[in-house]
């Protein structure tokens, strides 16, 4: 489709001078493109959180997005080490961050539960030594 | 009260002045170290008080238009810090205060 805009970005390891790059990117870009300002919120939150966990939790990775005029798709793919129980990263306040990222104010045990709430659809594909799949999706209207 | 009126009426030691400071509005004070607690619950328009001072801070600040992040109890900030600032375009200044006194000063501004 002609108005499919599609933005691929390298998260790289442990390189916490860029984390929040991407999802900056994607937030400057959806408010020009006159994306609602609720939309954009939502994106730069699910988006960051996804970023800072592929940073923080495995070795960095790679975020595809898809954005229609129907809604914006993010794919956030690591070969990380895996989640061993999904149901249990995905409760509030559960969190494995080291004390080195503690220091800098991660590791509330917030940033899955953020993405599942400011994202209208996420499945998290994960295989333990693998990596981790997350996939969100956020509707424009 | 805009962010430039703060920086100057507070004293507060200036890390950097973005270039807008003098049009950005303050509408509230807002205290939190935990990034993603910050990253949701940052109103806009805030002055974040806060003692994570570090590049995470920022980014935090900059997807939450946050109007200006103010580092407390003179935490660290080195100079990488106050570049990213810059080129973020973020005001940030920095205080020995703590959290609580800094975010008051903020608020009996408004
Ligand atoms: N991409 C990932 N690869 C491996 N483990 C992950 C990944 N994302 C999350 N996790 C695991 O899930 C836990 C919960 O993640 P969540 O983002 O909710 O909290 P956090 O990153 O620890 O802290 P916060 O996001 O609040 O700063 C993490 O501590 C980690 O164990
Ligand atoms: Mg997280």
């Known amino acids: 489709m002609s108005d499919t805009i599609k933005l691929q970005y390298t998260v790289s390891t442990d390189d916490f001078t860029r984390a929040g790059e991407a999802s900056g990117d994607v937030k400057r870009k959806l408010k020009k493109m006159g994306s609602a300002p609720e939309v ?9 959180e996804g970023e800072i966990n592929m940073v923080i939790h495995a070795n960095g990775g790679t975020i595809d997005v898809e954005i229609t005029p129907e809604e914006i798709l993010m794919v956030l793919q690591d070969s990380g080490p895996g989640i061993a129980d999904v149901e249990k990263a995905m409760q509030a306040g559960y969190s ?23 994202s209208d659809e996420m499945e998290i594909e994960t295989t333990i030594g693998v990596g981790t799949k997350v996939t969100m999706k956020v509707f424009q209207t | 009260m805009t ?20 049009e950005v509005l303050i509408r509230q004070a807002y205290c939190c170290d935990l990034l993603s607690i910050a990253m949701t619950k940052v109103p806009e328009g805030a002055a974040w008080v806060t003692v994570m001072s570090n590049i995470n801070t920022l980014a935090v600040a900059s997807l939450t238009e946050a109007a200006c992040v103010i580092v407390a109890e003179n935490a660290a900030a080195d100079a990488e810090f106050a570049e990213k600032a810059k080129a973020q375009g973020i005001t940030v200044l920095h205080t020995e205060k703590p959290v609580f006194d800094a975010a ?3 608020h009996e501004g408004l």
């Open chain 2, 104 to 106: 008051l000063m903020v």
């Open chain 2, 3 to 22: 962010v430039k009126e703060f920086a100057e009426q507070s004293g507060f030691r200036i890390i950097n002045l973005a270039d807008n400071a003098g």
């Open chain 1, 96 to 118: 494995t961050a080291p004390d080195r990222v503690r220091a800098l104010g991660f590791g509330a045990g917030m940033g899955l539960p953020n993405m599942k709430q400011y």
């Open chain 1, 40 to 48: 954009v919120r939502k994106v730069a939150i699910a988006m960051y």
